[in-house]
């Protein structure tokens, strides 16, 4: 079985204020950095508005718990957004939504991570732009 990884998300309720977590790695994957030869699978999927997952045995819920967050703050909103493919294997990517009203910055900074806007993700590695994109462009109903 491959990894899966994973891309945690806030949006505001009042403005739909989106940021994403960038893990300690620089990357807003979980898991260890992508393999430079890494590419991102050009199948794109589409959600309707109620499409949301259990929780899934997949590796979710360490990844929360190595962040502090409690698995009731999250929901899997974007199953296998996308895959990237790399040397070794094919890795799922999804999309995860944290639900609290606001983002949990100091749980988040404790782990090593930090949340960053959209117009940041120009930093990032273009795989992980990316995937910031196709998230956004489904959450926002595009």
């Not at 950095?33 to 997949?58: C, G, K, M, Q, W």
């Not at 962040?67 to 999250?74: F, L, T, W, Y």
């Amino acid at each position: 079985m491959t990894d899966a990884r994973f891309v945690f998300y806030h949006k505001q309720a009042t403005s739909a204020r989106m940021r994403f977590m960038v893990f300690d790695t620089g990357s807003v994957l979980s898991g260890a950095p992508l393999p430079t030869l890494s590419v991102l699978e050009e199948v794109e999927r589409d959600y309707d508005e109620e499409t949301i997952v259990a929780f899934p045995a997949n590796g979710l819920g360490a990844v929360v718990d190595g962040m502090g967050i409690d698995k009731k703050d999250v929901a899997m909103k974007f199953p296998d957004v996308a895959t990237v493919q790399t040397p070794q294997a094919n890795l799922p990517v999804h999309g995860v939504q944290f639900t609290n009203i606001d983002p949990p910055f100091d749980e988040i900074e404790k782990a090593g991570g930090k949340f960053i806007e959209m117009t940041q993700a120009r930093q990032l590695h273009h795989v992980d732009m990316e995937i910031v994109r196709r998230i956004y462009v489904h959450e926002m109903g595009g």
